[in-house]
Nanobody, 117 residues
Framework: QVQLVESGGGLVQAGGSLRLSCAASGSTFSMLAMRWYRQAPGKERELVAGIGSGGTTNYADSVKGRFTVSRDNAKNLVYLQMNSLKPEDTAIYYC???????????WGQGTQVAVSS
């Protein structure tokens, strides 16, 4: 079992920045593909960014050039640096882990990001 805890959300004005963090339990963090999802009010959950166990990253078109996902395997942390925030980025952001050795996936509780215009 993998436990995930997100932090760093809050209220920010349009054009501002936030950095989200996700702390993972256990000693297998380097073997986890990590993904950030978000869910805005009235909308379905969407993939925002992902980083593989080997460091490969991918982003939704809506955040390319503004968001950066990174990981620190020594600290069992994954980050989502969010710059040039827009009101459309307002959502609950979730961290998820995708072990390479099993089909199960794990989710944190989410952290709220609100961007005011």
């Amino acid at each position: 079992q993998v436990q995930l805890v997100e932090s760093g959300g809050g209220l920010v004005q349009a054009g501002g920045s936030l950095r989200l963090s996700c702390a993972a339990s256990g000693s297998t963090f380097s073997m986890l593909a990590m993904r950030w999802y978000r869910q805005a009010p009235g909308k379905e959950r969407e993939l925002v960014a992902g980083i593989g166990s080997g460091g490969t990253t991918n982003y939704a078109d809506s955040v390319k050039g503004r968001f950066t996902v990174s990981r620190d395997n020594a600290k069992n942390l994954v980050y989502l640096q969010m710059n040039s925030l827009k009101p459309e980025d307002t959502a609950i952001y979730y961290c998820s882990a995708w072990p390479i050795w099993e089909t199960s996936n794990y989710w944190g509780q989410g952290t709220q990001v609100a961007v005011s215009s």
